[in-house]
T-cell receptor, first 115, second 113 residues
Framework: GAGVSQSPSNKVTEKGKDVELRCDPI?????LYWYRQSLGQGLEFLIY????????KSGLPSDRFSAERTGGSVSTLTIQRTQQEDSAVYLC?????????????FGPGTRLTVL | QKEVEQNSGPLSVPEGAIASLNCTYS??????FFWYRQYSGKSPELIMS????GDKEDGRFTAQLNKASQYVSLLIRDSQPSDSATYLC?????????????FGKGTKLSVIP
């Protein structure tokens, strides 16, 4: 079946602008995750959804970052007033459930460049 | 602080050799262990998962887990140039927070033809 899809694949924006990144998980996957990968850094956990609720937002780096998920499916990650340090690849993953043994499958990512 | 440590490499091996990738973790509550492969400019792709002490084999790949030593490794037999990528070790804990993957920074593997 179809994997995790993300859009746009690339986004170039100016400092101070808002951006929205979209993730469409694998059909039937109840858990959805956002990660960030900066150059030379490991994957950094941002937020996790069980269905439409986000029980763990602890990884969001600042209050400029927010995310929502509607209908237990598509999720959007919004970054307000972007800064140059927000430049990174934003990866979305989904899994069937949220147990320790549930595998997370990653989308292709959105490469964000803030000028 | 929960950490996952990997040698950043690059690790260079000749084609046909065995590549050995290592990972240590600090959280004794870690329950599940995953190896992802990431080609340059691409997203991580699951290679192996392992949950119990010992070895788990899948084709040319063998994952080894030693919870007492807090150590997990990935062996790639008969290495091919197409195996050249960054290999990410990731762990999940049991119980609260079991959903969250904590990643190492990855080991870059180069298989020389």
């Amino acid at each position: 079946g179809a994997g995790v899809s993300q859009s746009p694949s690339n986004k170039v924006t100016e400092k101070g602008k808002d951006v929205e990144l979209r993730c469409d998980p694998i059909s039937g996957h109840t858990a959805l995750y956002w990660y960030r990968q900066s150059l030379g850094q490991g994957l950094e956990f941002l937020i996790y959804f069980q269905g439409n609720s986000a029980p763990d937002k602890s990884g969001l780096p600042s209050d400029r970052f927010s995310a929502e998920r509607t209908g237990g499916s598509v999720s959007t990650l919004t970054i307000q007033r972007t800064q140059q340090e927000d430049s990174a690849v934003y990866l979305c993953a989904s899994s069937l459930g949220w147990l320790a043994t549930d595998t997370q499958y990653f989308g292709p990512g959105t490469r964000l460049t803030v000028l | 602080q929960k950490e996952v440590e990997q040698n950043s490499g690059p690790l260079s091996v000749p084609e046909g050799a065995i590549a050995s990738l290592n990972c240590t973790y600090s959280d004794r509550g870690s329950q599940s262990f995953f190896w992802y492969r990431q080609y340059s400019g691409k997203s991580p792709e699951l290679i192996m998962s392992i949950y119990s002490n010992g070895d788990k084999e899948d084709g040319r790949f063998t994952a080894q887990l030693n919870k007492a030593s807090q150590y997990v490794s990935l062996l790639i037999r008969d290495s091919q140039p197409s195996d050249s990528a960054t290999y990410l070790c990731a762990v999940k804990r049991s119980g609260a927070g079991s959903y969250q993957l904590t990643f190492g920074k990855g080991t870059k593997l180069s298989v020389i033809p």
